[in-house]
């Protein structure tokens, strides 16, 4: 979590190979990395791979924004608390591996850090062990503010020039999260309990 709020932060994506504990993901990372410790970055631009939260951090803050991580991103015995906390106020959804059907090709999902309804998109995702091309669409001004439907600010919504968002509300005329692309089937979806059905149906065995 802490790893995916600095993506945000740094307005990087990625693409996220979920391992719940007893799934096949974990047991392949055992076999290829010889350690199933978590989470770990392999970042194909600099060839680098990290293990642990701090680590990856601050390779994410030297490589993409070349400055120390600030101290609002610092991995802290505090943040670990809260962070295990809100685990467990889901009741540690998104941990553990479900059967499933596996995918050809990863997903596409739309999304940033602190949105609810993204989570629990991410959090079915992982159960079901599917790859998925995360693309962070963190709030970047005022504007942005309040839910697609109702923005804070009055007037015409505008994304920052030349941003992600701006080219996802010119394809879709607005700005919404979680939105699911699946490349195996066509499907393209908004609304969190929709995509979660859907991925229920086409991939839970
Ligand atoms: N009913 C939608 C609500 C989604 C929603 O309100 N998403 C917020 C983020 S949590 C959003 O897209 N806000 C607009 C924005 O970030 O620009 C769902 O369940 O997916």
Redesign the pocket.
Same mark, same amino acid.
């Given at each position: 979590r802490l790893v995916r709020e600095a993506l945000t932060g740094l307005n990087l994506d990625v693409m996220i190979m979920p391992c719940p504990i007893g799934g096949r993901n974990i047991r392949q990372l055992q076999k290829d990395a010889g350690s199933d410790q978590l989470p770990a970055l392999f970042d194909s631009n600099s060839d680098d791979r990290l293990v642990g939260a701090e680590a990856i951090i601050s390779h994410l803050y030297k490589t993409y924004k070349q400055c120390e991580v600030p101290q609002s991103m610092r991995v802290s015995a505090k943040k670990l608390r809260t962070s295990r906390m809100s685990s467990l106020l889901r009741l540690n959804a998104g941990s553990k591996a479900r059967a499933s059907s596996p995918a050809a090709q990863p997903l596409v999902l739309y999304s940033f850090e602190s @949105?609810? *309804? @993204?989570r629990i998109v991410r959090e079915l995702l992982c159960e079901l062990e599917l790859p998925y091309l995360l693309i962070n669409l963190g709030?970047q001004q005022r504007a942005?503010m309040g839910? !697609?439907k109702l923005r804070l600010n009055i007037g015409p919504y505008e994304p920052i020039k030349n941003s992600k968002r701006e080219a996802f509300h010119k394809q879709h005329g607005n +700005?919404? +999260?979680?939105y699911l692309e699946d490349p195996n089937t066509g499907a393209a979806l *908004?609304? @969190? !309990?929709d995509i979660v059905d859907y991925l229920k149906r086409e991939y839970a065995r």
């Open positions: @949105s609810p *309804f @993204s709030k942005d839910p !697609a +700005v919404q +999260v979680p *908004f609304e @969190s !309990a």
